[in-house]
Nanobody, 122 residues
Framework: QVQLVESGGGLAQAGGSLRLSCAASGSIVSINAMGWYRQAPGKQRELVALITSGGRTNYADSVKGRFTISRDNAKNTVYLQMNSLKPEDTAVYYC????????????????WGQGIQVTVSS
């Protein structure tokens, strides 16, 4: 199976920055999509940003121009650089990886991290 470990969350002031990291481990051969989702209290989980193995990215409209997703394929790690944070960015952020190929040839779909709290104060 795939294990995901998230780090980098915490408390920031409005206008500040945080960087989230998510490291995937296991007998990983390749990972197709890596992404970040978030869930605020009383709201549904939503996509924040996604990056494919080819480097194509997709962002929620609410974070475009403020957040940047990147990945290090050698480390099986995805990052989310969050700048110009707003109180409405407060949520639990979840790492997601999809279509992971485990050695020797086992595909694993849709794995989630445990979530990490991001709180932005006004």
């Amino acid at each position: 199976q795939v294990q995901l470990v998230e780090s980098g969350g915490g408390l920031a002031q409005a206008g500040g920055s945080l960087r989230l990291s998510c490291a995937a481990s296991g007998s990983i051969v390749s990972i197709n999509a890596m992404g970040w989702y978030r869930q605020a209290p009383g709201k549904q989980r939503e996509l924040v940003a996604l990056i494919t193995s080819g480097g194509r990215t997709n962002y929620a409209d609410s974070v475009k121009g403020r957040f940047t997703i990147s990945r290090d394929n050698a480390k099986n790690t995805v990052y989310l650089q969050m700048n110009s944070l707003k109180p409405e960015d407060t949520a639990v952020y979840y790492c997601n990886v999809d279509r992971v190929l485990l050695a020797p040839m086992t595909p694993v779909f849709d794995s989630w991290g445990q979530g990490i709290q991001v709180t932005v104060s006004s």
